[in-house]
């Protein structure tokens, strides 16, 4: 199948605000586009979400596919599929960028099937590179639990189409100037699309900054335990302006939300600081804050494998070490001013 | 009510670490690498078999995997389930997402007849969390994934929950349909030793490619639209610098080479 040779990105949206994770996928689109002479094309589905075409333009889309209908207000899965899959069939875009959030990760599989193309799952990075002569799309993968990468391509047909967990992007600079065309599209749904059907949605308030977008991350694994509490571990989360999060076993106690875990189930941080305490350092969990500027672990175990991931490593128990670091941390930043 | 529940055999996450890239061959060396059933996939057979007991009916397991996948059946066997089906071929070996989707699909629709499909939301070894929806759309019936409860309303409906990452959805879903679940769902029940006794009294229905009508074309590694182009280890480098004095030492010197890094 031979179609446009246009760049799409499935723009998620919430209260009338195009959702970060679309716009750090935007960027790459953007950046994908001017190696393969590609435009980037956004496609919104919903009800009344008016400004966030101008938003999308702003971060380099030229045109937006808007399907915007009472029905589709929630997330509604079949509907949700058979609108955007009617507009890929219409169009076959070359590329297909979704964010691999609650909708992306759930949507962008449907609409693969549908028609009848391949899907690459949690990529880390994308990248064009030509293979006899042709542009194709290199999507890199973690595997075998993040020590191994695996660079998937979709040779033969089209959309080549992928997931990206947020924050693996950066957020592009948006430009106020840029304007996008607006195409609407009517819906054609019937009984059949709401055979499964979104009847209510209930989102708690975010507590913190999410941890995508954390400037500093304090994560305990499960030595962490034997401080009896998460007291210690959040008195440096907050000496380090930072967000506490964790590893699977402590998010399974119950320790920690289920938000905050980080690695290759949980959450992909790139953060500027990074601190693990008493984590042994799984590759599943380690795959999660490779983007992370500086990582210091504490682990009482020398052998742990965390330390092979770490700028700075402390040898020692949790009980001994941190309270010093905190106090540590306390004194410089106060002696900074 | 008939469930039919998907399993996988994966190589047991807790030895990932010893799976390494053959310099050579560029090939993962996974030998010696012990298996089991994807651990979320048993939450799925769970449900099924607590749904079952409620209501009556069967539940059959299906696993597309080669020879060995039989223990894994076997185990589900051992679990509660009545009947497995194995889908094993060479030529079904390194199917993507889409054609393992597709497979079942065509297995399904030939020797199972359902009301609810069950399936684990990722698995350990590949993971994509796409098979369901795929699975959905060759059958041609609803999905909900993330499905952290399953509640029956009135006759062919049923109310299910979905964990999302700040709250839950209520989806409303009409039978037949695919539902993958996530572990919060249950705890699967251990076999006893009685139930263990039983699983040589249940066949597997090993099928291959012949005996589901397909064409190998559209099949495994030849029928996935998605390839691997390249493998490779990756570890991004880091410092690693090692403090290992006292702790107030160490916690001072760690400090001090933040503020040098410019890292605080
Ligand atoms: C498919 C799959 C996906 C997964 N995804 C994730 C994921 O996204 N994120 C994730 O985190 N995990 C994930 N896991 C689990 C992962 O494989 C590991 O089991 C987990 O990361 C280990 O957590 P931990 O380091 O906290 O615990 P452990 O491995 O038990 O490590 C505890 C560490 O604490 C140290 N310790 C103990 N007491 C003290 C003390 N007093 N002072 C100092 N150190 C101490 C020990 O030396 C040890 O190194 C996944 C697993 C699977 C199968
Ligand atoms: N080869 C297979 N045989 C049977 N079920 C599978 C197979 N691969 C995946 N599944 C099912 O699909 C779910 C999601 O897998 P995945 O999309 O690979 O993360 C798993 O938890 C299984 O229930």
Known sequence: MTGKNETWVYAEQKAGHASKATLQLL??????????????????????AQGVPRELAAYGASKVYVVDDPRLELYQSEAYASVVAGLVKEHCPEIFLFAATDVGEDLAPRVAA???????????DLRIEKRDGVPLLHQTVPAWGGGMRIDIVCPKHRPQMATVKPGVFDLPVPKSDSNAEVVDVPAQLNEKHFRARTIEVKEEAQRET??????????????????????????????????????????????????????QSGKVVSSRLFISLGASGAMHFTSGFERAKFVVAVDQNPKAPIFQVADIGIVGDLREVLPCLTEEIKKQKSSKG | MDIVVCIKQVPDPEHFSKIVLDAKTKLVRREGIPVVVNQVDKHALEAALQIREKFSGRVTVISMGPPQAREAIEEAFAMGADGGVLLSDRAFAGADSLTTAYTLAQAIKKFSPFDLILLGNETADSGTRQVAPQLAEFLDVPHVTNVRTIGFNSGDTLIVERSMENGHMKIEVRLPAVLAVNRTINEPRIPSVIDIMQVATKEIKVCGLADLGLSSEDVGLVGSPTQMANLFESRRERRREILDGAAVTAARQAVERLRELNAL
Request: hydrophobic share 40%; proline share 7%; net charge negative.
């Open chain 1, 27 to 48: 960027g790459k689109a953007v950046e994908l586009g001017k190696e393969t002479g590609s435009p980037t094309v956004c496609v919104l589905v919903g009800s009344g």
């Open chain 1, 114 to 124: 549908k028609v009848g193309t391949g899907l690459t799952a949690h990529c880390i």
């Open chain 1, 210 to 263: 999410p941890l995508t977008e954390a400037d500093a991350v304090v994560a305990v694994g499960w030595g962490a335990y034997s401080l009896g509490g998460i007291q210690c571990p959040q008195e440096l989360a907050e000496a380090v302006c930072g967000t506490l999060a964790g590893t699977r076993p402590m998010v399974d106690s119950g320790w920690i939300p289920p938000d905050r875990m980080v690695g």
